[in-house]
C-alpha cells in the first residue's frame, strides 16, 4: 500500500475551509458536512484495503495465430466478485515482436465495476511477421480520494504467432538427388531406405516383388512382406538465413519453398541456427502442424548481420552430409558438399 501525501494535504485543507466557513461565518448548516467528510476516510479506506485484493485479473487473444495485414486482438478480463467500485485502476503491459525486439511499454485505465466480470479489449497492428507477445506488468489500483494506492500483481503472457504471407506463385525447380531411389522407395515418401527390417507383414495387392520376405513366406505358406526402416537422415535440409536486414524476405520465400516441397512430397528438414549458442534444431516437415511449430521456435532466435552465417557454420560444423538449401531474401541456392548445384 502507498500512502499520497499531497491527496491527504488536499482532503485536510477542504475540511479546514469548511470548518472555517462554520466558525467565522457561522454557517452552521456546513456542520453536517464535516461528519461525513471525517467519517468517509476512517470508513471506506479499511474496505477499499479488504476488496481490492479480491480483484483478479487475466490476458488472452481471440486467435491462435494470424496472417499478415489483420489486427491482433488480445484481452484484459477482470473479475471483481465484490460490491466495492474500483473506479480508478492503471494496467501495465507490454507488447513485443520478440523477433525484432519492439519491446514496449503501455498503460491502460480501466473501471473495474461491482459483482462484474468483464473484459477490455486491446487491438494490435501486427508486424508481417513475428511472435508477438502480450504481457501484463501490473496494475495499480487508487482508492478513496486518491489518498492510497496498492499495486497488484499481475502476470500473464500471451503468444501470437504471425505467419508469412502466403505467396501464389513459387518457381523450385525439382531437386537432383544425388543417389537416386532405389527399388523399395514409395513415391509419397522420398527419401533414403536403411538396410534394417521393420516388421514382417502379410501381403498386399501393389507391394513390390523385391519387398517379399521369401524365405519366410515358404515357412508359412503365403506372401510375407518386409517394411523397411527409413533413415533418419533426410535427402534434404533447409537452411534459412536469419540476416536482420532481410528477414521479412527470407521468411516469405521459405514458406513458399517448403510448400512447395510439401506439395511435391518431398522429404526435408528445415535447420535453424542460433547465432549465440551456435546449435542447431532440426524439424522434420511433414505437415501443416510442424511447419507452424518450426515457424514458432524460429521466432524466438537471434537475427544475426551476416547473410551466410547459417550456412557457413552448417558446413564448420561438420553437421548432416546431404543436400542443402540455402535461403536467403529472394535468394534460393542449392548446395551439395558446400559447392553450389544449378537448379535449372
Known amino acids: ?74 484481452f484484459a478480463e477482470y473479475d471483481n466478485p465484490t460490491y466495492y467500485p474500483f473506479l480508478k485502476c492503471s494496467l501495465t503491459f507490454s507488447m513485443n515482436n520478440m523477433f525484432f525486439s519492439t519491446d514496449k511499454i503501455n498503460l ?11 473484459r477490455i479489449n486491446i487491438s494490435v497492428k501486427t508486424s508481417k511477421i513475428g511472435m508477438v507477445v502480450f504481457e501484463g506488468k501490473g496494475m495499480k489500483v487508487t482508492g478513496f480520494m486518491g489518498m492510497v494506492s496498492v499495486n497488484l500483481p499481475v502476470s500473464f503472457s500471451v503468444q501470437v504467432a504471425v505467419f508469412p504471407e ?21 513415391p509419397d515418401l522420398k ?35 518386409k517394411e523397411m526402416e527409413r533413415t533418419s537422415v533426410m535427402s534434404l535440409v533447409v537452411v534459412p538465413e536469419l540476416e536482420k536486414s532481410n528477414i521479412s524476405a527470407t521468411v516469405d520465400t521459405l514458406d513458399a519453398v517448403t510448400h512447395e516441397l510439401a506439395k511435391r512430397g518431398e522429404r526435408f528438414e528445415i535447420c535453424l541456427f542460433n547465432s549465440v549458442s551456435c546449435s542447431f534444431d532440426y ?36 553437421q548432416k552430409s546431404t543436400l542443402l538449401l540455402s535461403i536467403y531474401g529472394d535468394e534460393v541456392k542449392l548446395l551439395e558438399d558446400g559447392i553450389e548445384v544449378s537448379l535449372n
Not at 46 to 71: H, M, Q, R, W, Y
Not at 207 to 218: E, F, G, Q, T, V
Request: proline content about 4%.
Open 108 to 118: 491502460l485505465n480501466i473501471n473495474i465495476m461491482p459483482k462484474k466480470k468483464d
Open 191 to 225: 527419401g533414403n531406405l536403411s538396410s534394417d527390417i521393420k516388421e514382417i507383414r502379410e501381403y498386399r495387392p501393389g507391394d513390390r516383388l523385391a519387398r517379399i520376405h521369401w524365405k519366410l513366406s515358404s515357412k508359412l505358406d503365403e506372401l510375407a512382406v
Open 283 to 318: 524439424y522434420v516437415i511433414d505437415n501443416e502442424e510442424s511447419l507452424t511449430a518450426c515457424y514458432r521456435d524460429m521466432y524466438f532466435l537471434p537475427l544475426y548481420e551476416s547473410a551466410d552465417m547459417a550456412k557457413e557454420a552448417y558446413y564448420a560444423s561438420n
Open 166 to 186: 502466403k505467396k501464389e506463385n513459387v518457381d523450385v525447380a525439382e531437386i537432383p538427388y544425388s543417389e537416386g531411389y532405389d527399388e523399395y522407395t514409395e
Open 1 to 74: 500500500m502507498k500512502i499520497h501525501v499531497w491527496s491527504i494535504i488536499k482532503y485536510l485543507f477542504i475540511f479546514i475551509l469548511i470548518f472555517f466557513f462554520v466558525v467565522v461565518f457561522k454557517q452552521n448548516y456546513l456542520v453536517f458536512l464535516l461528519f461525513p467528510y471525517v467519517l468517509l476516510p476512517a470508513v471506506l479506506i479499511p474496505v477499499f484495503l479488504i476488496n481490492v485484493k479480491k480483484i483478479s485479473l487475466t490476458g488472452g487473444s481471440v486467435v491462435a495465430d494470424t496472417e499478415v495485414g489483420n489486427n491482433i486482438l488480445f
